[in-house]
């Protein structure tokens, strides 16, 4: 299988695939809900409530924070991670407007 030619894409549809493909693990569907749940910033707590390794939350978080969908904050010893308010509304109404665009067919032509 070839490299993805992102160049032939626009910017949007570019966009709207790195950030499936972060959203596109259930770990990291946890890891967001849990950080909506506490709607605070979670500093170390995700191991016990995700039940995975401190390594592979880690590497997780790191995907997410690619992407720019949360954000850290050193203290002292630990990170701790928040969601980004910016690009969380960015991808509100990027998935928003993908999926508007489907208008239920008046007949059943397909």
Not at 2 to 28: C, D, M, S, V, Y
Not at 29 to 50: F, H, M, P, R
Not at 100 to 108: E, F, G, H, S
Request: hydrophobic fraction near 40%; aromatic fraction near 8%.
């Amino acid at each position: 299988m070839g490299l993805t030619k992102t160049e032939i894409f626009t910017q949007e549809q570019n966009e709207l695939a790195a950030l499936a493909k972060a959203l596109a693990h259930p770990a990291r569907i946890a890891i967001l809900q849990e950080i909506l749940k506490a709607q605070t910033c979670i500093c170390g707590d995700l191991v016990n409530e995700i039940g995975l390794a401190q390594p592979t939350i880690s590497q997780h978080l790191r995907e997410l924070k690619n992407v720019g969908i949360i954000q850290g904050n050193i203290e002292g010893t630990s990170v701790c991670y928040c969601i980004n308010p910016e690009k969380w509304a960015e991808v509100q109404q990027l998935f928003d407007t993908f999926f508007n665009v489907y208008q239920t067919p008046k007949n059943d032509y397909c």
